[in-house]
């Protein structure tokens, strides 16, 4: 395959580029390469590649800035996608995307299937959601919803920089033995980024069939218990203080439980692993990078 890859110097985009270059032919354009926002660059880029497949790895994931600046927020999560959506039809190509557990209120009770009513709470849920329905305009698509993103390029990256996700700094924390505020009051099922990377590649090389997906690891716990599963990982000690979302008065609403179910890639027998077990994998990787790289990480 011919994959054009935006994004490309984020941690999704990392692993996804590592993933597919050994077997398959990788364009990859960072932000300063190609503007995603920008109708005629994508254009421009599509036409030139002509890439048998898209990769969307760009993505605005500030999400309560987003609350001050949803023109940008919907400017990179959802008109973007519609641009690559038209590119894409153009040169007959397969669109991935990736959204998020944010388009739920989080009122749920059990984990969210696909076929769950979204309803998202802020601004960059709602251009997370715009993004699914711009990408649903692609005959050819997969929209991939992720949650809690970590780990992406720990393994890999030469300078052993480690990535700005919420895991990622809980990680720092535990091995430089400082205190670690995780929220007991928000359930997540995290997405491991090799995980996802593996999963993408899945669909693509089996030619699976178009349209949405749930790809996070099995299972779903609190921010507290995470943070708990990944210090006993990481072999450190656990100063691990409960803390609630709600006395933290953040911008932007979150979803108090946000679990969702795989329920499609497991009918078609993909499993994404226990979130437990890609918690050990990741602190595994954590502990091989030397901790002057660690404490220097971004």
């Not at 590592?18 to 398959?24: D, G, N, T, W």
Request: proline share 6%; net charge negative; with cysteine.
């Amino acid at each position: 395959m011919k994959v054009l890859l935006t994004g490309a110097d984020g941690q999704l985009a990392f692993a996804l580029h590592e993933r597919l270059r050994a077997q398959h032919e990788v364009v990859a354009r960072s932000r300063p390469d190609l503007d995603v926002t920008s109708e005629t660059a994508v254009q421009d880029a599509v036409r030139a590649v002509r890439p048998q497949v898209i990769i969307n790895g760009a993505a605005y994931n500030n999400v309560d800035a987003a609350e001050d600046d949803p023109l940008e927020a919907l400017a990179v999560n959802g008109f973007a996608v519609r641009s690559l959506a038209e590119a894409a039809e153009e040169v007959d190509a397969i669109l991935v995307h990736y959204s998020t557990d944010f388009v739920f209120d989080g009122t749920a009770r059990a984990p969210y299937p696909e076929t769950a009513t979204p309803n998202p709470q802020s601004a960059y849920a709602t251009s997370k959601l715009l993004g699914e329905w711009f990408a649903a305009r692609c005959a050819k698509h997969y929209v991939l919803r992720v949650e809690s993103l970590f780990g992406g390029g720990v393994q890999t990256r030469p300078d052993g920089r480690t990535p700005g996700s919420s895991l990622d700094r809980i990680a720092d924390a535990l091995l430089e033995g400082r205190e670690v505020r995780a929220f007991h009051d928000r359930v997540v099922s995290p997405s491991f980024v090799p995980d996802v990377a593996d999963v993408t590649t899945r669909l693509l090389e089996h030619a699976a069939p178009f349209g949405l997906y749930h790809c996070v690891g099995e299972g779903y716990a609190t921010w507290v218990d995470v943070a708990k599963e990944l210090a006993a990982q990481l072999r450190t000690e656990a100063r691990i203080v409960p803390v609630s979302m709600t006395a933290m008065e953040l911008k932007a609403e979150r979803p108090s439980f946000c679990a969702l179910s795989n329920t499609r890639l497991r009918s078609m027998g993909i499993v994404p692993p226990r979130w437990q077990n890609a918690v050990a994998r990741f602190a595994t990787a954590r502990r091989e990078i030397p901790q002057v790289q660690i404490a220097g990480g971004g």
